[in-house]
């Protein structure tokens, strides 16, 4: 069955530092994918997608992700993170079956 | 410009009750759509999708059901509600070209 995994739970970092968060998938075929996040009370939203052409997509606030195919990966990277960056982000893959699955997600905490 | 209403916001509901939570979409054909239960630490569980009216995909085996008895309409529903249906519950569409566009999400306690 197909999956999305993203490595880390919890990430701590302090501000300026960089971020890289991480996430695979499962599905042979092909796929779009997507990253999201959910700002403390606020509703999902779109960060950055891929569909096609260039793997390296850059999303708003500064956030790009890589699409690996070799490798089935999609992480998320921004090189320098602030405070109001803390949020719970999630990767999303769209198969060619029609379904849309999610990562556990990952929830940032910035450091002032 | 496509929108979506996911009704009602909050609910609570006693065990053994029926359930009905109602999605719609406008603005859009054919859309794919989704019901997902958000939990802390596991993210969006995909419960059902549709592709098309009257086709229903369940993914994970439970005491809900789904229906599209419209285009653009998506319904939640359960005949008896457990305590461990208690959550978070999100509607959302896409197409094969777009994102997922959410609704406003339904708090769900069965007490």
């Known amino acids: 069955a197909q999956s999305v995994s993203q490595h880390n739970h919890h990430v701590i970092l302090s501000e300026a530092a960089s971020l890289e968060l991480g996430c695979n998938y499962s599905?042979?075929?092909?796929?779009?994918l997507f990253w999201y996040v959910q700002y403390p009370g606020q509703h999902l939203q779109l960060l950055l997608k891929?569909?096609?052409?260039?793997?390296l997509v850059k999303g708003i606030k500064g956030f790009e992700a890589e699409f690996i195919k070799s490798k089935f990966s999609f992480n998320l990277r921004k090189p320098s993170v602030q405070w109001s960056d803390t949020a719970e982000y999630f990767c999303?893959?769209?198969?060619?079956?029609?379904?849309?699955?999610f990562g556990a997600g990952t929830r940032l905490f910035v450091k002032a | 410009s496509q929108t979506i209403h996911q009704w009602p916001a909050t609910l609570v509901q006693p065990v053994g009750s029926p359930l009905s939570l109602e999605c719609t979409v406008e603005?859009?054909?054919?859309?794919?759509l989704y019901w997902y239960r958000q939990a802390a630490g596991r993210g969006l569980q995909l419960l059902f999708y549709?592709?098309?009216?009257?086709?229903i995909s369940s993914e994970v085996p439970q005491n809900l059901s789904a229906s599209r008895p419209q285009d653009r309409q998506f319904i939640l529903s359960s005949k008896k509600l457990l305590l461990s249906d208690s959550g978070f519950y999100l509607c959302?569409?896409?197409?094969?070209?777009?994102?997922?566009?959410f609704g406003q999400g339904t708090r769900l306690t069965v007490v």
């Open positions: 959302a569409w896409n197409s094969q070209n777009t994102e997922a566009f």
């Open positions: 599905y042979g075929g092909t796929v779009n």
């Open positions: 891929y569909f096609s052409g260039d793997p």
């Open positions: 999303a893959v769209h198969t060619g079956g029609f379904k849309t699955i």
């Open positions: 603005g859009t054909s054919n859309p794919n």
């Open positions: 549709s592709v098309g009216i009257g086709q």
